[in-house]
């Protein structure tokens, strides 16, 4: 009796079983970009969007209701497949700059010839992202390598005024190397002055970390929600020998292990100036606004510089020049030129200067009045103006343009009629016009040689330095593919499976006759497709790229036998990609 009951219960168990798979063959899942489950999204902060459906073909890629109203990426395709079950996973990376709750999906698609989709997910957007609280106490608990803050000096601007952001990468001491670093594109605001590196040190939670920050100039452009979106930065972690190997460590290198991290988002109110009928030339906070001409006595259409200085704090590359105003007739002026002052002014803030070329056209003495600089000061909230003084000009006239009796009156001595009674006849010249003053002493005949072939000299050196280095990229374009085959099979006698995403990526920027910071995911898709590759054989690549990406900064399964096929798998990608490369 009971063999029976439990033999029911079996089946009933399967047969539910099997009715949770069919029901629900695809499932739609926010991520963090480590992985662990999202209980809040941070404004500006990237998080995944995993759509995983089961089936033998889901070839097509999913329709995610609600998406395209953020900020997407395509991140990867993932297909298992495990005893003829197969199941496909499409990764996006996606970004929201505004706060509020928000519904992504459902997730459609076709399975076997079957439409089929996922269950919608409701996901807060906030200040700062809120993760797992697992995950949460491992970061309080000091364990992270690595990690990056965005912060801003204001949070609250007007239209051009400037505000300051900076991005400060840390590392634990001794232990994290910083590769790259992702700075802030900010189509909104005009990029300003930037400052850094500039290094240090900080304790957090008992972990030692070094400091590195990066400080920028921003200047919005309209008014408006500006968003900072999270910056990434790569980094490697040195990590210890193994303890069967601590005899033998010292000479040994501690293997390096690539990891990537992202920052925190900020966002940015900026305010619209108030209305005025008056020209505004510029936001900010400025305090003197001078002129000076030199000379200030002139002759007629000779030039002389006005020179404008403009000292404040705001936006002054884009200040366009100041048309002068009020210039009498008499004196005819254009700008020459303008620039930062790499001094700074008496308040010590920049100063820019306008130049202006001015001619006195009429004699006489003439006045170029005050010029006028409007603004909008941010710390009063109100409009001002800034004047200069006016600079007195005396203009004489130009004695080219004044013909005197006596120079009217002056006949050449070679057209006077009257015959020149001297007689200062100078002896012959038997010598000739070049008469030497002394004798010279010839050049040797081998320093001329040797002067005549110091050009020739430069010039073979120079197509010789030009000749090794375009061999050297020769040689290493034709020989990318051994060098490649070489590192797996180094990386996998080491189980370094991290190592094979790089490998990869400086195959590509060899044959590509590229740096390897500009390949990435799309470039190499691109790379292929323009080389024939077939949609099967994109997805096959996708699905390896994105494997190879895991290891190379998640690390996410430690399995021997999962990394004996990455590196397998990367031998078969060398052989075909040596084909159309």
Same mark, same amino acid.
């Given at each position: 009796?009971v063999?029976i009951v439990?033999?029911?219960r079996?089946?009933?168990?399967?047969?539910? $079983?099997g009715a949770?798979?069919?029901a629900?063959?695809?499932?739609?899942?926010?991520?963090s970009?480590?992985g662990a489950?999202l209980q809040?999204a941070?404004?500006?902060?990237?998080?995944?969007v995993e759509?995983?459906?089961?089936?033998?073909d889901?070839? !097509?890629k999913?329709?995610?209701?609600?998406?395209?109203k953020?900020?997407v990426?395509?991140?990867g395709?993932?297909?298992?497949s495990? %005893?003829g079950?197969?199941?496909?996973t499409?990764?996006y990376?996606?970004r929201?700059?505004s706060?509020?709750?928000?519904?992504?999906g459902?997730?459609?698609l076709?399975?076997?010839?079957?439409?089929?989709?996922s269950k919608a997910?409701?996901i807060?957007v906030?200040n700062?992202?809120?993760i797992?609280q697992?995950y949460?106490?491992?970061?309080r608990a000091?364990? %992270?390598?690595?990690?990056?803050?965005?912060s801003?000096?204001?949070? !609250?601007?007007?239209?051009g005024?400037r505000?300051?952001?900076?991005?400060?990468?840390l590392?634990k001491k001794?232990?994290?190397k910083?590769?790259a670093?992702?700075?802030p594109k900010?189509?909104e605001?005009? $990029?300003?002055?930037?400052?850094?590196?500039?290094t240090?040190?900080r304790?957090i %939670?008992g972990?030692?970390?070094?400091?590195i920050?990066?400080?920028?100039?921003?200047?919005p452009?309209?008014?408006?929600?500006?968003?900072?979106p999270?910056?990434?930065a790569n980094?490697?972690?040195?990590?210890?020998a193994?303890?069967?190997?601590?005899?033998?460590?010292?000479?040994f290198?501690?293997?390096?292990?690539?990891?990537?991290t992202?920052s925190?988002?900020?966002t940015?109110k900026?305010?619209?100036?108030?209305?005025?009928?008056a020209?505004v030339?510029?936001?900010?906070?400025?305090?003197?606004?001078?002129?000076?001409? %030199?000379?200030?006595?002139?002759?007629?259409?000779?030039?002389m510089v006005?020179?404008?200085e403009?000292?404040?704090?705001?936006?002054?590359?884009?200040?366009?020049t100041?048309q002068?105003?009020?210039m009498p007739?008499a004196l005819?002026?254009?700008?020459?030129?303008?620039?930062?002052?790499?001094?700074?002014g008496?308040?010590?803030l920049?100063?820019k200067c306008f130049?202006?070329?001015v001619?006195?056209?009429?004699?006489g003495s003439?006045?170029?009045?005050?010029?006028?600089f409007t603004?909008?000061?941010v710390?009063?909230?109100?409009?001002a $103006?800034?004047?200069t003084?006016?600079?007195?000009?005396?203009?004489?006239l130009?004695?080219?343009?004044?013909?005197?009796l006596?120079?009217?009156q002056t006949?050449s001595?070679i057209?006077s009629?009257?015959p020149?009674k001297t007689?200062?006849v100078?002896?012959?010249n038997?010598?000739?016009?070049?008469?030497?003053?002394h004798?010279?002493?010839?050049?040797?005949w081998?320093?001329?040689f040797?002067?005549?072939?110091?050009?020739?000299?430069?010039?073979?050196?120079?197509?010789m330095r030009l000749f090794?280095?375009h061999r050297?990229?020769y040689?290493?374009?034709?020989f990318?593919?051994?060098h490649a085959?070489?590192?797996?099979?180094l990386?996998?006698?080491e189980?370094?499976s991290?190592?094979?995403?790089?490998?990869f990526i400086?195959?590509?920027?060899?044959r590509?006759k590229?740096?390897p910071s500009?390949?990435?995911?799309?470039?190499?898709e691109?790379?292929?497709?323009t080389?024939?590759?077939?949609e099967?054989?994109?997805?096959s690549?996708?699905?390896?790229?994105m494997r190879?990406?895991e290891?190379?900064?998640?690390a996410?399964?430690?399995?021997?036998?999962?990394?004996d096929?990455?590196?397998?798998?990367a031998?078969?990608w060398?052989?075909?990609?040596?084909?159309?490369?």
């Amino acid at each position: 009796m009971v063999s029976i009951v439990g033999k029911y219960r079996y089946i009933a168990l399967v047969v539910g $079983m099997g009715a949770c798979i069919s029901a629900m063959p695809v499932e739609l899942k926010v991520k963090s970009l480590e992985g662990a489950p999202l209980q809040m999204a941070g404004v500006g902060v990237p998080f995944l969007v995993e759509v995983t459906a089961s089936g033998r073909d889901a070839s !097509q890629k999913p329709k995610i209701a609600g998406l395209d109203k953020f900020q997407v990426q395509t991140a990867g395709i993932r297909v298992y497949s495990i %005893n003829g079950d197969a199941s496909t996973t499409y990764t996006y990376k996606v970004r929201v700059d505004s706060p509020g709750s928000f519904v992504i999906g459902p997730a459609v698609l076709s399975i076997d010839g079957t439409q089929s989709q996922s269950k919608a997910v409701r996901i807060m957007v906030g200040n700062k992202q809120v993760i797992d609280q697992a995950y949460a106490k491992k970061v309080r608990a000091g364990t %992270n390598d690595a990690f990056i803050e965005l912060s801003v000096d204001k949070n !609250q601007v007007f239209v051009g005024e400037r505000f300051t952001c900076s991005l400060t990468f840390l590392g634990k001491k001794g232990t994290v190397k910083l590769e790259a670093l992702e700075e802030p594109k900010i189509p909104e605001c005009t $990029m300003g002055a930037k400052t850094g590196p500039l290094t240090g040190s900080r304790t957090i %939670n008992g972990v030692h970390y070094e400091s590195i920050t990066w400080t920028w100039q921003l200047f919005p452009k309209a008014a408006g929600t500006i968003v900072i979106p999270a910056s990434g930065a790569n980094y490697q972690v040195e990590q210890e020998a193994n303890d069967s190997l601590s005899f033998f460590s010292p000479f040994f290198k501690f293997r390096a292990e690539r990891k990537r991290t992202y920052s925190n988002a900020a966002t940015i109110k900026v305010e619209s100036l108030p209305e005025t009928k008056a020209h505004v030339d510029a936001t900010g906070i400025f305090k003197s606004f001078d002129s000076k001409i %030199n000379p200030s006595v002139a002759q007629q259409g000779e030039g002389m510089v006005l020179l404008l200085e403009l000292e404040g704090d705001g936006d002054l590359t884009q200040i366009k020049t100041l048309q002068l105003q009020g210039m009498p007739s008499a004196l005819k002026w254009y700008d020459s030129k303008q620039y930062v002052r790499d001094t700074l002014g008496v308040h010590g803030l920049p100063v820019k200067c306008f130049e202006y070329i001015v001619q006195g056209l009429e004699q006489g003495s003439w006045e170029i009045p005050a010029q006028t600089f409007t603004y909008f000061d941010v710390s009063t909230r109100q409009y001002a $103006m800034l004047k200069t003084v006016a600079c007195p000009v005396k203009i004489k006239l130009n004695p080219a343009t004044k013909k005197t009796l006596s120079s009217e009156q002056t006949t050449s001595p070679i057209l006077s009629k009257e015959p020149d009674k001297t007689d200062d006849v100078l002896p012959l010249n038997t010598w000739g016009a070049l008469r030497p003053s002394h004798q010279r002493t010839p050049m040797p005949w081998w320093l001329f040689f040797v002067l005549a072939l110091l050009p020739l000299l430069k010039i073979a050196l120079d197509i010789m330095r030009l000749f090794i280095r375009h061999r050297a990229d020769y040689f290493k374009q034709q020989f990318a593919f051994k060098h490649a085959r070489k590192k797996i099979q180094l990386a996998a006698r080491e189980g370094a499976s991290q190592r094979v995403h790089i490998i990869f990526i400086e195959l590509f920027a060899d044959r590509l006759k590229c740096a390897p910071s500009i390949v990435s995911q799309e470039v190499i898709e691109q790379a292929l497709s323009t080389r024939g590759f077939s949609e099967s054989e994109m997805r096959s690549w996708q699905d390896f790229y994105m494997r190879m990406h895991e290891k190379a900064f998640f690390a996410l399964s430690r399995d021997r036998s999962e990394k004996d096929s990455l590196f397998n798998e990367a031998a078969d990608w060398v052989k075909k990609l040596e084909k159309v490369l």
